[in-house]
Structure formats: structure tokens, C-alpha cells
């Protein structure tokens, strides 16, 4: 369904994401795994279309972009926003019904019901500006729930999250599994990768390792994944692939 071609994607020239390739597991659930800076949230936002490859491509097949839900990290979602939760839920079916368009009464139903799966059914009205990182955290996976889209995209899920939380939300991961969704995250904890994500790509600006994660999350893998990145610096010498910026 999703196939990286040789992707690079630069800032200022310097690549974040080093010619990458390979093919995401369709219906089954990846974690994109690697040190800090390896270019993970670069990788995710050029898959959802928000940043343009340098070189290379993202191939989607079966797929169009408006069939994905993504779910950025925290830090880059501004709450002071005047919206209500019921709202922010309500807003997943804009990608379907376009943002004048109607929402029906089985819209209303499947927001409520999304609101209620997460356990945030008596937040309703309240403003996102009051709701905690956790509670935040579970209205984006309600209106994820409304987008009921084939492929999931989530950036750092679980950060500031507390244990509850994320084994309440990991269950609505296990949910899209056994639905045959395509779900890709970027994730920090090894535990829950080698739990919940029977495919990982592990890398540092470039793959170390893709396929199985047991395979994958080797002592040797991962000691590769964080010399490489421990050898990347902001003044490292810009790529001089084809069709890079000059
Ligand atoms: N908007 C930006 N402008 C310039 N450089 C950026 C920008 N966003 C990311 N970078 C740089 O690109 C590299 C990859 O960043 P990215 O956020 O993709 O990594 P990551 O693997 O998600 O990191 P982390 O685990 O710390 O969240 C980093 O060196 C980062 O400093």
C-alpha cells in the first residue's frame, strides 16, 4: 500500500530522512523506532503530504491521502483554540464531507459514540483548552475513531500520556490491528513496540533495519542505530543526491 523510494527530505539541505526504501506491511501495525533526531516525524509528515521529498517518493497504492488520520505530537497542536471536544471529535468527518458540508444525525452519532469509547462522554462542551495531556490525548483518538480511515499515522502517541491512558489507547490500536488497518507510529518505548507492533522500521536518518520486530530490535541493531545518529551533525555535509535544493 505505502512504498518509500529511495526518500530524502531535507532541511535547509540537510537530510533528515537519507534515501530511504522499502514497503509498509498493509494491515498490519509498524513502529517507526530510533534515536532522538533520526528523522521519524520527518518520515511521518512526508507520508501524510505536509513536507516534499528532495529525492525520491512516497508511493501509495489503494490509498489517496484523504483516506489516512493522522496524529501529530502534542507540541504541535495549538490549544488555545475556541473549540469545544465534541467539536474537535466532530471535525473527522470534514475529511468526507468537506469542511461546509452537512453533518448528518449519523455523524452526530458515530462523534458521541467515538466520545464515549475513549471515556470522555461528560467533557462534551468543555473547551480542549481544559482537557489534560492524557484527556487531550483521548479526544484525538475519538475523532481518529470518526476519520475511520484505512491508514493510521501517530506521531508520539503516548507522550506525557500516564499508564492508564495508554493501555486504554493501546486497545483502540489492538482494535485497528484485528480491523485490518494500516496503522504506523513513531514510538519511543521498546516494550510496547515489541508488544503491540509486529513490524518495525528502525532507523537514523537512514533504515538500519525494516521488516519483523523481533528481528529487528537486535542489541546490535540498535547500538547501529545510535552510532549513526550520534555521528549526525547540523553541519554535516548536504546531500548531493539528484534533485536536491541547491
Ligand atoms: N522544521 C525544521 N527545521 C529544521 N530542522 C528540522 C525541522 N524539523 C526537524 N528538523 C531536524 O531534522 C532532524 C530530524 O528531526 P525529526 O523531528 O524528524 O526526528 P525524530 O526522529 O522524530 O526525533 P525525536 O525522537 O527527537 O522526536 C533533526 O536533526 C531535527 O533537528
Redesign the pocket.
Known amino acids: 500500500m505505502i512504498r518509500l523510494e529511495n526518500l530524502t527530505v531535507s ?2 539541505r540537510h537530510p ?1 530522512v537519507h534515501h530511504v526504501s522499502g514497503s509498509f506491511a498493509d494491515g498490519q501495525a509498524t513502529a517507526i523506532f ?10 511521518l509528515k512526508t507520508i501524510m503530504g505536509a513536507l516534499k521529498p528532495d529525492a525520491g517518493r512516497v508511493l501509495m497504492r489503494g490509498v489517496a491521502r484523504r483516506d489516512l488520520a493522522y496524529l501529530p505530537q502534542q507540541s504541535e497542536i495549538d490549544r488555545s483554540l475556541p473549540v469545544s471536544v465534541i467539536d474537535l471529535v466532530s471535525s473527522g468527518h470534514w475529511q468526507r464531507s468537506g469542511l461546509f458540508g452537512k453533518v448528518g444525525r449519523n455523524d452526530d452519532d458515530a462523534s458521541w459514540n467515538a466520545l464515549v469509547t475513549v471515556g470522555l462522554e461528560d467533557f462534551a462542551t468543555r473547551p480542549i483548552s481544559a482537557l489534560s495531556s492524557g484527556q487531550f490525548q483521548r479526544v484525538l483518538f475519538a475523532r481518529i475513531l470518526v476519520q475511520d480511515a484505512p491508514l493510521i499515522l501517530l506521531d ?1 502517541p503516548f507522550n506525557a500520556v500516564d499508564a492508564t491512558t495508554t493501555a486504554d489507547l493501546l486497545r483502540l490500536v489492538e482494535r485497528w490491528k484485528a480491523e485490518g488497518r494500516t496503522v504506523i507510529a ?1 514510538l ?1 518505548d521498546e516494550q510496547q513496540v515489541r508488544e503491540h507492533f509486529p513490524q518495525t522500521l528502525l532507523m537514523a536518518r537512514e533504515v538500519i533495519a525494516w521488516g519483523d520486530t523481533a528481528e529487528v530490535l537486535t542489541a546490535d541493531k540498535l547500538r547501529r542505530a545510535s552510532d549513526t545518529a550520534a555521528h ?1 551533525s ?1 553541519n554535516a555535509p548536504v546531500c548531493r543526491v539528484d534533485g536536491v535544493r541547491p
Do not use: C, I
Request: glycine share 16%; hydrophobic share 35%; no cysteine.
Open positions: 532541511y535547509r533528515a530510533g534515536p532522538n533526531g533520526a528523522g521519524k516525524s520527518t518520515l508520539e513513531v519511543h549526525w547540523a
